[in-house]
Structure formats: structure tokens, C-alpha cells
């Protein structure tokens, strides 16, 4: 599974982004995608994360309400839409994948497979 995120920007408080993440490979129907973001200085830390093949998901505390996962068959892709962004959700946001068709889990240490970071800034 190779992994690919995009989407990444600046963007002023309260406003959104989406992010991207293209999926190749075989078998990723079995397997659970997440988004992780890691800010300087700070530990990687878990965001959202989807079943792809039963839809699905579970977020961060600080995330809920606010951001959405979701992921499209058609694209093999995995999206993040961010919205109430904060100048606390600054961070490179990494997505991954795990291989579980349904246990969702928010540990780091689950994920095989990772794509390079995408940085989101938020300006105050």
C-alpha cells in the first residue's frame, strides 16, 4: 500500500482546508485509513481514522465536530475536511494505514503503512 497526501496550506483561524490522501496498492478494503498530524516540538498524535469497508470512523476529542473523514471507492482516495480551523491544529498531517477490516484504533504503533506529511498552518 503506498500512500500520498496533499492538501496542505495556510489558512487564516475559522476558515477550512481539505486534505488528500491517493491509495495504490492491493487489498486496502481491509484496511483502516487514519490521518495523524505532529506539530514541532510535540509527539505524533492521532486525528481521525475510517474502516474503508464499513465506513466506519472515530476522531480525536479535539477534532470532533469540526473535521470530517471520509473516503471515496471510486478515487481510492481518503479525505480530511477541516473546518473552525485553530492555530492549535498547525502540525504536518500524516496519513496511514492499518491493516483491520473494522477495529479502529488511534495507536501509532497499528499503522504499517505511512504517506509523507502535508503541512497545515493556521494563522491567528
Known amino acids: 500500500v503506498q500512500l500520498q497526501a496533499s492538501g496542505g496550506g495556510l489558512v487564516q483561524a475559522g476558515g477550512s482546508l481539505r486534505l488528500s490522501c491517493a491509495v495504490s496498492g492491493r487489498g486496502f478494503n481491509g484496511y483502516v485509513m487514519g490521518w495523524f498530524r505532529q506539530a514541532p516540538g510535540k509527539d505524533r498524535q492521532f486525528v481521525a481514522a475510517?474502516?474503508?469497508?464499513?465506513?466506519?470512523?472515530h476522531y480525536a476529542d479535539s477534532v470532533k465536530g469540526r473535521f470530517t473523514i471520509s473516503r471515496d471507492n471510486a478515487e481510492n482516495a481518503v479525505y480530511l475536511q477541516m473546518n473552525s480551523l485553530k492555530p492549535e491544529d498547525t502540525a504536518v498531517y500524516y496519513c496511514a494505514a492499518d491493516y483491520s477490516i473494522a477495529t479502529i484504533s488511534d495507536e501509532i504503533f497499528e499503522y504499517d503503512y505511512w504517506g509523507q506529511g502535508t503541512q497545515v498552518t493556521v494563522s491567528s
Open positions: 475510517i474502516s474503508w469497508r464499513f465506513g466506519g470512523t
